[in-house]
């Protein structure tokens, strides 16, 4: 879907008629006044990076700047990359995702929690300082941020929201807005300005949009791979799905060719023949990916261990970058390789990658192992070609090159420093951190350890292959993957926001408390368990995790569905107390599986449920509709409602 959206000033409370974004946000400016007051001045633009990122460089004068975005402190940090050296702390609206540097020498930040963009510019002078200009409603969750090639574009992913929204970057009056795949992270947008790439942290794949036809036409490349192993794929063999696809980096080639087939298993491609056109006017880019492969089992089939099977030498999950041939809008990665042994610091969490032109090196950040890791970028799957790695602080969500000066400058989020990497010589330079002046809230201190444990990587005590919690619970999310257990399969669950007041725990509700749920869930996945003050900190992490916000969407609509979920006919209520809560029971619905031992499955919590498909405890149903139009189960009674009433029902279920 497209949705055109107004532009302007300052505009009242968003109503339901106004002109509507993705997914039912209103796109409303909260405040005018976008363009520079003090032009010139300050710090500008270094390089020419336009991609988003938790950290992002600046030139005042001889030195080099770096803004960063600290969500914790709910501030942009002015580090002097030269000097090592903190120069300003600018308090923002509030959570910072990402930071851009505009041409002008503005300042995007995406504020997540508010669901905002703010703009900022330098004050001038040696400090760094950056006051506010404006900021602009957006819909749910922004996070990523990209300009087109001639800077007039700001693009802006939503998370939550399943959205990009193309802004004027000079007044952020709005173009357009499109629906995505679920959680849409990265975004960049090609030389020549006619594609946006948008990477996502589940459903394995890389959407495509086009910014020049006014249909803004969405394509989805599927990064689905098939195993690489002494025992070789079979053509039958089902491909490999993943996630945690969470960066994009790109690097520019000059090639006269059309685009260049993907590699095929068990012969060379043919080649395709170039047009006879000079190379300078040809170029050929390629985008990486770097993302996590997973082999969750066949659902159809009991396991003999839990949550998916490594066959042939491949973990169930291994990390790949997958290279995509932008051109041909192909991914040029086809196979999963591996180390084939688990627990060797394998980057199962990548959070940031850029590449660097001189070196034709993407360096990525590994949350997880707390890594910096350079890749040669010329292979099929650079993940496979490591050069170097460096150990940095703890947390790190954000990377840029400063190529000139040979060093690459990351930011820990749960250290809170800024780390300089030595990346000029082929030897492995230093690192040095720079700790900012760090001030968490509150909430932030007391679930500081526990999201650590959270997102940590092999630890034998969580799992005796790697996994963190973070794997299969991205951000405290699901991976939309159904897993192979012994007892039938299994989807994975949302835990933000759904984890208080929802006992007992469990698809099977076998777990009365968070303890004993984590403790079984520790023994399932082969891990020794997590004690004392560890596990107190866990939990406490587990049940204030932030949630994405709750999305606007259609008053008469979410009323008659809210009446109609309560109406006792339909039953909706009568398992799902109030809505999103649980009536804390096992039921017979009819949905057992052919897989599935035991009849009987737990209430699920509601709460959140729009960005959770698919449903059920196999996953069988995709969308909504699907479930509420499902003839194969005994939950609720809502065959004999109409289109309509169903997409009533479908509203009010989506503001949960």
Same mark, same amino acid.
């Given at each position: ?29 909260? *405040? ?27 030139k005042s004068g001889d030195a080099i700047l770096a803004y960063v975005a600290d969500e914790d402190s709910r501030a942009i940090h002015t580090v002097n990359v030269g000097d090592k050296t903190q120069v300003a702390k600018t308090p923002v609206a509030g959570a910072p995702a990402q930071v851009l540097v505009l041409q002008d020498g503005r300042v995007a930040v995406t504020l997540r929690d508010k669901n905002e963009i703010q703009i900022l510019e330098p004050k001038g002078g040696p400090t760094g300082e950056l006051v506010t200009l404006c900021k602009r409603a957006l819909p749910t969750e922004p996070i990523a941020m990209a300009t087109t090639p001639d800077d007039g ?6 998370? @939550? ?29 090609? +030389? ?48 490999? $799905? ?13 090639? #006269? ?5 993907? #590699? ?62 932008? *051109? ?25 990658? *850029? ?26 799957? #650079? *993940? ?5 790695? @460096? ?23 749960? !250290? ?23 001030? /968490? ?24 292959? $790697? ?8 951000? $405290? ?5 159904? @897993? ?22 469990? @698809?099977?509700?076998? =777990? ?12 399932? %996945? ?5 004690? $004392? ?8 992490? %587990?049940?204030?995790? /932030? ?19 309560? +109406? ?14 649980? !009536?804390?029971?096992? =039921? !017979? ?14 209430? #699920? ?52």
């Amino acid at each position: 879907m497209v949705a055109g959206v107004g532009c302007g000033g300052a505009s009242p409370a968003p109503s339901s008629t106004e002109p509507v974004a993705a997914k039912g946000t209103p796109m409303v400016s909260v *405040a005018d006044g976008c363009e520079r007051k003090h032009p010139g001045v300050g710090a500008v633009r270094y390089g020419d990076k336009r991609e988003g990122s938790a950290v992002a460089l600046a030139k005042s004068g001889d030195a080099i700047l770096a803004y960063v975005a600290d969500e914790d402190s709910r501030a942009i940090h002015t580090v002097n990359v030269g000097d090592k050296t903190q120069v300003a702390k600018t308090p923002v609206a509030g959570a910072p995702a990402q930071v851009l540097v505009l041409q002008d020498g503005r300042v995007a930040v995406t504020l997540r929690d508010k669901n905002e963009i703010q703009i900022l510019e330098p004050k001038g002078g040696p400090t760094g300082e950056l006051v506010t200009l404006c900021k602009r409603a957006l819909p749910t969750e922004p996070i990523a941020m990209a300009t087109t090639p001639d800077d007039g574009t700001l693009l802006i992913t939503s998370g @939550w929201g399943r959205a990009l929204t193309a802004l004027d970057a000079k007044t952020l009056s709005a173009s357009f807005a499109v629906d995505l795949p679920r959680e849409p992270r990265a975004v960049l947008v090609d +030389d020549d300005g006619q594609r946006a790439f948008v990477s996502h942290a589940v459903g394995s794949k890389l959407s495509v949009i086009d910014l020049k036809k006014t249909s803004h036409e969405v394509r989805d490349l599927d990064l689905s791979v098939r195993r690489a192993s002494p025992f070789s794929s079979t053509g039958a063999e089902k491909p490999r $799905g993943g996630g945690q696809g969470y960066a994009l980096a790109k690097s520019v080639t000059v090639s #006269p060719s059309d685009g260049e087939k993907p #590699p095929l298993t068990g012969k060379s491609p043919d080649p395709i023949p170039a047009k006879k056109t000079p190379a300078s006017i040809a170029p050929q880019g390629r985008i990486f990916v770097p993302m996590v492969t997973v082999e969750p089992g066949d659902p159809n089939v009991r396991s003999q261990a839990y949550y998916g099977d490594a066959r042939d030498g491949v973990p169930k999950e291994a990390p790949i970058v997958s290279v995509i041939d932008a *051109a041909a809008e192909r991914s040029m990665t086809r196979a999963v390789m591996s180390l084939g042994t688990p627990l060797t610091e394998e980057c199962l969490l990548p959070r940031s990658a *850029a590449a660097r032109g001189s070196t034709g090196t993407l360096f990525v950040t590994c949350l997880g192992v707390d890594t910096l890791v350079e890749l040669d970028t010329r292979g099929a799957d #650079p *993940a496979r070609l490591e050069r170097r790695r @460096w150990s940095l602080p703890a947390g790190p969500t954000g990377v840029a090159v400063d190529d000139a000066n040979g060093r690459v400058v990351v930011w820990s989020q749960f !250290d809170a420093k800024l780390s300089i990497v030595d990346v000029s010589s082929p030897k492995k330079g230093d690192v040095i951190s720079v700790a900012v002046e760090y001030d /968490p809230a509150p909430e932030v201190a007391a679930i500081a350890r526990g999201r650590q444990i959270f997102h940590t990587t092999d630890d034998l005590r969580v799992s005796n292959d $790697g996994v963190a919690c973070a794997s299969c619970h991205p951000e $405290g999310r699901d991976d939309a993957f159904t @897993w192979s257990t012994p007892e039938g399969p299994r989807q994975t669950i949302m835990l933000a926001g759904r984890s208080v007041e929802t006992a007992p725990y469990g @698809w099977q509700g076998k =777990h009365g408390d968070l303890k004993a749920y984590l403790g079984n869930t520790f023994s399932r %996945l082969g891990g020794s368990g997590v004690q $004392g003050a560890e596990l107190e900190a866990l939990i406490a992490y %587990l049940e204030r995790m /932030p949630a994405p916000s709750k999305a606007t969407a259609d008053v008469q609509m979410v009323a008659e569905g809210k009446t109609l979920f309560h +109406d006792a006919q339909l039953g909706c209520a009568t398992c799902h107390v109030g809505g999103g809560g649980v !009536d804390k029971t096992t =039921h !017979d619905v009819g949905s057992k599986s052919f897989a599935d031992l035991d009849v009987k499955f737990d209430t #699920p919590s509601l709460q959140f449920i729009r960005g959770t498909a698919p449903y059920f405890h196999d996953g069988r149903y995709k969308t909504f509709e699907e479930m509420l139009s499902a003839t194969d189960n005994e939950m609720g009674h809502t065959l004999h409602l109409t289109s309509g009433q169903r997409k009533s029902l479908a509203a009010y279920l989506e503001t949960l």
